[in-house]
C-alpha cells in the first residue's frame, strides 16, 4: 500500500508485543528499494525516565499523569489523484488475512482446537460430569445460562474470531422498548459516552440499562467489569489510557461541584477504571524496560499479548525440535536461566514462558486456574509456535503440562516432567471434575495473610528446594521473586487458591495422552518427600518413563547442565 501511493513514512504507535514489531521490520525489509520508513509515536500515561524495579517504589514517585491531546480542528486535504475507494468490512479484511497465509493442516485445525473451552473438554473426557459441589436451583440454572452466554458472546477464543467478536460487540441493536442502544464500539464519540455511564455506577439512567445489566454479568472480581467492555476501545485505540483517567478526574468534578475528594474516588466503577489503567500501564512500562534489559544482556525478551493481557516469553535458537519451558508457581520464564541457552546450542528451538500472575507477565484481577493456565499455554503453542511443541514443566508447571497433553493430545509432541505437581490416584474408578468456586471474604483475607507470609520467608523458602546447591538462591533469583509479589495484582493469584475444588490426579490427565512422557525426578525434594514418586507414575501409566536425579525440587536450575543433558537424550529418542 505504501509502494502504491508512494509513501515514505509509515506513522504508528510504539507497541511492545513483538509480532506487531516483527510484521512492521518485515514491511520496512520489502520498502528498502523506496527507502520507506516507520516513525513510531508514544503517548505514555506518565512522563518516567527511569522505572523502578518494583511497583511501592514506583508508587512514591507521585509521577503526574500526562493530559490528553486536544483532537485537531481539520486535517490535510487529500490529494486531488486519489481515489478515496470504498471501506472494507471487518469480514472482508479477515478474509484477505486468511488468504495470504499458506494454510496447512495446522492451520486448518487452528479455530477447532481453540474453541471449546478445557473445562467442557474435560467434562467430556471419559464420559466424566462436573460436580459443581450446589444443587442445581432453577434461579442458579438460569443464571449460569446467561453466564455462558455472555461467555461465548464476549471473550476472544481464537485469533480469527478476535475481530468478528469485537465488531459484533460493536453493533447496534434494539431493546425491549423499540429503542436503539449501542455497545462500546470504535467510535471515540460512543465509547467516552459509555465510559460515562459506567462511571455512574449505581445511579445509571434508563439509556445505560443495557451497560448496567453488562457489568452485573461480568465476573465478580472487582475490577473485572471495565476489562471486560473496554479493553476492545483500548487495543483499537478508541479510548487512551489517558483520556480515561481525564474523563474520571472530569466525572467527579461534576459530581462533586468542581472538587475531588481527598480521600479518593468514591464510586467504584470509577476505582475500577483508574485502578485497572494504572495496572495497564505499569505492565506497559515494565515491559519496555525488560525488553530494554534483555537487549544490553544479549538475551531475546519478547512479549505476546494473549486474551488482551501481556505475557512475556525468553526465545533462543533458530532450528530444531520446539520446546517449550513452562516454569512452578511463584517462579517465572528465566528460573530456566540455565536451560534456555544450553538446549538451544544442542540443536533446538527453545521458548521459556512466564504465565500469566506470574515475574513480569501481566497479573488481572482474574480467578486463576489450572485449565485458565493450560488455555493460555495451548494458545502459545497454536499461535507462538505454530507447530507441536515438547513441552517441560517443573512443579505446577508440570501439572499444567499435563493438562495440555490430555485435553488438546494434537498440540504436544512429548512431556518432560520436573518434579511435577499433582496427586496421583493409581487405581481411580470414577473422577469429577469441580469447578471453582467464587472468590470470597475468605479468599481475600486469606490470600493477603499468604502473601504477607511468602514475602517474609521466600528466602528460606527458596533455600528448602535447592538442598544440593543453596547458592543457587543468589540475590537475582531473590529479588525476581519478591519484586513480582509488589505488582499490582499479585494478590489475585493467591486468593485464587482458596477458590478452587479437587484437581484431577496428574495421572489422569497422563492416561489421555498417548505419546511417551519422560519424569525426572529430584530425589531431595522437600515438597514432594515421595522418593517413589516417579516409580509410582511408572507403574500406572504405560508411557512414562522416569529418571532420578540427586537435587531438590528445582532440579533444572540446581543442576542444569545434568537436565539438559537428560533432555537432549529424551529428544533424541523420540
Known amino acids: 500500500l505504501a509502494k502504491e501511493l508512494g509513501a515514505s513514512d509509515i506513522i504508528t504507535e510504539y507497541e511492545v508485543e513483538c509480532e506487531w514489531n516483527d510484521s512492521l521490520q518485515t514491511v520496512l525489509s520489502m520498502g528498502q528499494e523506496t527507502m ?68 496447512s493442516c495446522w492451520h486448518e485445525n487452528l479455530d477447532n482446537l481453540q474453541k471449546p473451552a478445557a473445562d467442557m473438554l474435560l467434562e467430556s473426557l471419559g464420559g466424566r460430569r462436573a460436580v459443581h459441589g450446589i444443587k442445581m436451583t432453577h434461579w442458579l440454572w438460569s443464571l449460569l445460562k446467561v453466564l455462558s452466554t455472555w461467555r461465548e458472546r464476549h471473550i476472544v477464543t481464537s485469533p480469527h474470531d478476535a475481530f468478528e467478536k469485537r465488531r459484533n460487540f460493536s453493533m447496534t441493536y434494539l431493546d425491549e422498548g423499540g429503542r436503539f442502544n449501542v455497545h462500546i464500539r470504535a467510535g ?54 489517558r483520556r480515561i483517567y481525564h474523563e474520571a478526574l472530569e466525572h467527579e468534578k461534576s459530581q462533586s461541584r468542581g472538587m475531588l475528594s481527598p480521600f479518593g474516588f468514591p464510586r467504584s466503577t470509577v476505582v475500577a477504571a483508574v485502578k485497572d ?41 533458530s532450528e530444531g525440535p520446539p520446546i517449550v519451558l513452562v516454569h512452578g508457581f511463584g517462579a517465572f520464564g528465566d528460573h530456566y536461566r540455565g536451560n534456555i541457552e544450553g538446549l538451544a546450542e544442542k540443536g533446538n528451538r527453545v521458548w521459556a514462558l512466564t504465565m500469566l500472575g506470574f515475574g513480569r507477565s501481566e497479573k488481572p484481577n482474574v480467578l486463576y486456574t ?24 517443573n512443579s505446577v508447571g508440570g501439572y ?28 481411580y474408578q470414577s473422577l469429577k471434575y469441580q469447578k471453582p468456586r467464587e472468590k470470597s471474604t475468605f479468599a481475600w483475607l486469606a490470600g493477603r ?30 529479588g525476581e521473586v519478591m519484586r513480582a509479589s509488589y505488582d499490582p495484582g499479585a494478590v489475585a493469584v493467591l486468593e485464587s487458591l482458596f477458590c478452587l475444588g479437587k484437581p484431577l490426579p496428574v495421572n489422569y490427565f497422563i492416561d489421555c495422552y498417548s505419546n511417551k512422557v519422560l519424569v525426572i525426578q529430584g530425589v531431595r525434594d522437600p515438597l514432594n518427600p515421595y522418593t517413589d514418586r516417579a516409580f509410582i507414575l511408572q507403574s500406572c501409566c504405560q508411557n512414562v518413563t522416569a529418571k532420578y536425579i540427586d537435587a531438590g525440587h528445582c532440579p533444572h536450575d540446581e543442576f542444569p547442565d545434568e537436565v539438559n543433558t537428560l533432555i537432549f537424550e529424551w529428544i533424541q529418542s523420540l
Request: aromatic share 12%.
Open 188 to 241: 471515540t464519540t460512543v465509547a467516552i459516552d459509555a465510559l460515562n455511564g459506567y462511571f455512574l455506577g449505581p445511579s445509571w439512567g434508563d439509556d445505560w440499562k443495557w451497560l448496567q445489566k453488562h457489568t452485573f454479568e461480568t465476573k465478580p472480581e472487582g475490577g473485572a467489569s471495565f476489562r471486560s467492555l473496554f479493553g476492545s476501545a483500548l487495543t483499537l485505540g478508541s479510548l487512551s489510557r
Open 277 to 317: 489503567i494504572k495496572s495497564m500501564e505499569w505492565y506497559h512500562m515494565l515491559a519496555m524496560t525488560s525488553m530494554g534489559e534483555g537487549a544490553k544482556k544479549e538475551s531475546s525478551v519478547r512479549y505476546w499479548r494473549w486474551r488482551g493481557f501481556l505475557i512475556q516469553y525468553n526465545t533462543s535458537g
Open 370 to 393: 489450572g485449565l485458565l493456565w493450560a488455555e493460555l499455554l495451548r494458545d502459545f503453542i497454536l499461535v507462538v509456535v505454530r507447530e507441536p511443541a515438547i513441552l517441560v514443566g
Open 449 to 478: 495473610l499468604l502473601l504477607f507470609f511468602l514475602r517474609i520467608s521466600v528466602g528460606s523458602l527458596l533455600k528448602k528446594c535447592y538442598p544440593m546447591r543453596p547458592w543457587r538462591v543468589d540475590k537475582w533469583l531473590h
Open 36 to 103: 520507506l520508513n516507520i516513525k513510531y509515536w508514544k503517548a505514555p500515561l506518565y512522563a518516567v525516565e527511569n522505572l523502578p524495579c518494583r511497583y511501592t517504589d514506583f508508587e512514591k514517585m507521585f509521577c503526574p499523569v500526562n493530559c490528553p491531546l486536544e483532537a485537531p480542528l481539520s486535517l490535510p486535504a487529500l490529494p486531488g489523484n486519489l481515489h478515496r475507494g470504498v471501506m472494507p468490512s471487518m469480514t472482508d479484511l479477515t478474509e484477505d488475512a486468511k488468504s495470504s497465509v499458506v494454510m
Open 400 to 427: 499444567m503440562a499435563c493438562s495440555v497433553a490430555g485435553i488438546w493430545p494434537s498440540v504436544v509432541k512429548s512431556l518432560v516432567l520436573l518434579n511435577t505437581a499433582g496427586i496421583i490416584i493409581p487405581e
